[in-house]
Every structure is written in structure tokens, then in C-alpha cells.
């Protein structure tokens, strides 16, 4: 019989086996159901009722994978079940930079190195060597293993969870890697493009066109202004960063000093606060640039480049978080990078962040999750399903 720890191992080298990378560019892009199969087998193992959702037509196509232990609903109105949720796919690589083969998982100095191991492959393994480990006959309520697709790239397999995919729980945790802290709050991400149009012409006479360089300055000026009132109506003091920031990220525009620049292309992000809707800055924004527009004679438009991730908050005395806190002696805080969460809180789930090994490994080469969090995480998943289903 393999040792708990060694069951994770053996587990974790096949889902890092299978491909599963996210990208925006076709090239890379790749289906995760190698993932989502091996997820199926070791659930089922378990005694799992599981279910493949797929969000793409044909076999090649993307899947969540969401299983079920114990009943439907609780048995006790007083306390819900739990999900515990990771994503199966993973940023692309640079495998010239790898010490050893991305796909194929080692052990070395204390860590397991492979694309995925600690952001978030890891996590599954873990999470099913703690169910494993259970009683889990006498569960009263519901207890959900959740992989979704796509986390890296659109969050789309989370955003696209039927309403009812979970129900019966009161509870997820996203198994990020926080190095085992309990995670309650992360901002929101925007990315925006916008378009300046006026119109081109000889450049040895100004009035031939509308140049949208000369507007440059003020379009900066604007949103300076924007980000300096938002500096002031939002802050968190659990964030590195306190307040909403807005990057500059390209700009592209023109192409001959001898002809007006009748068109030009401006990029920006902004990192939301919680109570700060993407829907406001948009509304916000579009009107001041309308207003510019008009002032310059130009046209400007604004379009999103990706579908926004709200930002994240779960009340620090909501229910979840007091039992992540007391389980971990960890007080609940915030991370720097975007998750999944503000989806399943949508859901009705009270949802914290909480899982082995650390960001500041992740996407990068040489990826790995330290050896020595395992048996700690496991013990925390254990005593927090305990908690919710028992
Ligand atoms: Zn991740």
C-alpha cells in the first residue's frame, strides 16, 4: 500500500502528464480533458457521482468536471456542504528554460517540479488524499471536488457553471496556492481598448485633417484625473497596493511624420477594489471621453479586450472565513493576483482562497510545490470538510 504522501505523488505526475495550457493564442491553446479524465477516474474511485460539463461541442473540446459525495442537500438546515475548486489548466511554457521536461513531474530539494504542480494540479491530489482519509459514511451534507477549464485565459469554465451545478453547498474553497494563509479579498481586473479616429492629410497643412496626437495630452489628463478620484473614494488597507490603479499598457498610432495622424489605439488595465463594479468605469469613462470627443471633433470609442474579473471580498466575519481562520491560526487576507472566486460567491457560496504551495513560484520556469506542505494541507482540507459535511 502507498503512503498518503506517495498516492499524491503518483497522482500528480499524471495530471501534469496531460497537457492542459490556456492561451489566447490558438498556437498554444489546448484542450484540458486529458485533465478532467484523469479527474473522473480518481473521484469515481472515491464513490464520487461525477459529471463532465462541457463548454465546447466534440471530444477535444474544454470540460468542467464536477462530483458530488454524500446527499443532495444537507440533512441539517444549520450548516451546508463545501466545495473544494481548482482549475486544470496552466500558462504556456518556455521548456528551453526548465531545469527538467515540464510534463514529467520530479522530485528534487524538497519540492515536486512540474508546469502545474503548485498553480493549481497540486491541489487535487491533496484534496483527495484528505477526502480519502475521512469517514466520509456519516456525511451529512454535500461535499463537491470542482476543475474547471480555462481559469488562465477567460475564466470561462467558471463563468459558464449552471446555477444549480453546486447546489446543496454553502461553502468553496479555491485551492490557490496562499501558502495555506486563508484568502478573503483580491481586486478585479479590466482591460480596455480604445480608439481615437479623426482623419489623416498632408501634413504642410493642418486644417486638411484632425491629428489625434494633439489630443494625446489631454486624453492623459483625464484619465489621471480619473485614476486621482478613484485613489480617493477606494481604499483597502489589506492590498499592497491600497487603492484602484489604471496602467497605461500601449499605445500605437500613425505612421509617416508627413501625413496627420488621423488614427491612434490606447490600451489600459484597471485593478478594481471590491464596491468598485466594472460596469461604473465604464459608464464613467464613457462619458468623459464622449465629452472629449466632441470637444475635439474626433471620434473616440472604447471597447473591453477581455470579459472583466470583478473583484473578490467575503465578509471577514461571514462563516467561512471564521473557520478557515481558526483551522489554519491564520488570519484571513489578500492576495495580489485574481481567482475564480467572485464566480462561485455568485453562486451563493460563501468562498475563501486557501491552498499549498506558493504564487511566487507559479508561471514560471521551474514551477514547483514544496513536499513539506502536503501533510499540513491535508490536515486543513480534512478538519474544514469535517467542519462543513460531518
Ligand atoms: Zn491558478
Avoid at 494540479?121 to 454535500?142: M, N, Q, S, T, Y
Avoid at 485565459?153 to 501558502?179: F, H
Avoid at 482591460?191 to 486624453?219: E, F, K, T, W, Y
Avoid at 509617416?256 to 461604473?280: H, K, T, W
Amino acid at each position: 500500500m502507498p503512503t498518503t504522501e506517495q498516492r499524491v505523488v503518483q497522482q500528480l505526475k499524471q495530471l501534469v502528464a496531460e497537457p492542459s495550457v490556456s492561451s489566447p493564442d490558438p498556437q498554444w491553446d489546448t484542450s484540458n480533458r486529458g485533465v478532467i479524465e484523469k479527474l473522473a477516474g480518481f473521484t469515481d474511485e472515491l464513490g464520487f457521482k461525477v459529471a463532465v460539463q462541457p463548454l465546447q461541442p466534440g471530444p477535444g473540446g474544454k470540460a468542467n468536471l464536477i462530483a458530488r459525495l454524500g446527499p443532495e442537500a444537507p440533512s441539517n438546515e444549520q450548516s451546508g456542504g463545501l466545495v473544494l475548486s481548482g482549475h486544470t489548466d496552466t500558462v504556456p511554457f518556455d521548456e528551453g528554460r526548465w531545469q527538467s521536461d515540464p510534463l514529467a513531474l520530479v522530485e528534487r530539494d524538497g519540492g515536486l517540479f512540474g508546469l502545474g504542480s503548485t498553480d493549481m494540479k497540486g491541489f487535487f491530489p491533496v484534496a483527495l488524499a484528505a477526502i480519502a482519509e475521512l469517514d466520509l459514511h456519516e456525511l451529512h451534507a454535500p461535499l463537491y471536488l470542482l476543475a474547471t477549464a480555462d481559469e488562465e485565459s477567460t475564466m470561462r469554465g467558471a463563468r459558464e457553471l449552471p446555477v444549480d451545478a453546486l447546489k446543496g453547498a454553502s461553502a468553496a474553497i479555491i485551492g490557490e496556492p496562499t501558502n495555506l494563509q486563508p484568502i478573503r479579498l483580491h481586486k478585479g481586473i479590466m482591460m480596455q481598448g480604445v480608439r481615437l479616429s479623426g482623419r489623416s492629410g498632408h501634413s504642410s497643412d493642418p486644417s486638411l485633417g484632425r491629428n489625434v496626437i494633439d489630443v494625446v495630452p489631454a486624453l492623459l489628463t483625464l484619465f489621471d484625473r480619473y485614476r486621482a478620484e478613484l485613489a480617493q473614494e477606494f481604499r483597502c488597507e489589506l492590498l499592497a497596493v491600497p487603492t484602484p490603479t489604471i496602467n497605461f499598457g500601449c499605445l500605437h498610432g500613425g505612421d509617416s511624420p508627413n501625413r496627420i495622424c488621423g488614427e491612434l489605439d490606447f490600451s489600459f488595465d484597471v485593478r478594481m477594489l471590491p464596491g468598485l463594479a466594472y460596469q461604473d468605469i465604464e459608464t464613467a469613462l464613457n462619458q468623459r471621453l464622449t465629452a472629449l470627443a466632441s470637444a475635439h471633433g474626433i471620434d473616440i470609442e472604447m471597447r473591453r479586450l477581455v470579459e472583466p474579473v470583478p473583484a473578490f471580498e467575503q465578509a471577514e466575519d461571514s462563516a467561512a472565513v471564521i473557520a478557515a481562520e481558526a483551522v489554519t491560526g491564520c488570519a484571513a487576507g489578500a492576495v495580489n493576483f485574481a481567482t475564480e472566486a467572485p464566480f462561485l460567491q455568485r453562486l451563493g457560496l460563501e468562498t475563501i482562497v486557501l491552498g499549498p504551495g506558493s504564487i511566487d513560484v507559479a508561471h514560471q520556469p521551474d514551477e514547483y510545490m514544496p513536499m513539506d506542505q502536503l501533510r499540513p494541507a491535508i490536515d486543513v482540507i480534512k478538519q474544514l470538510i469535517a467542519h462543513h459535511c460531518l
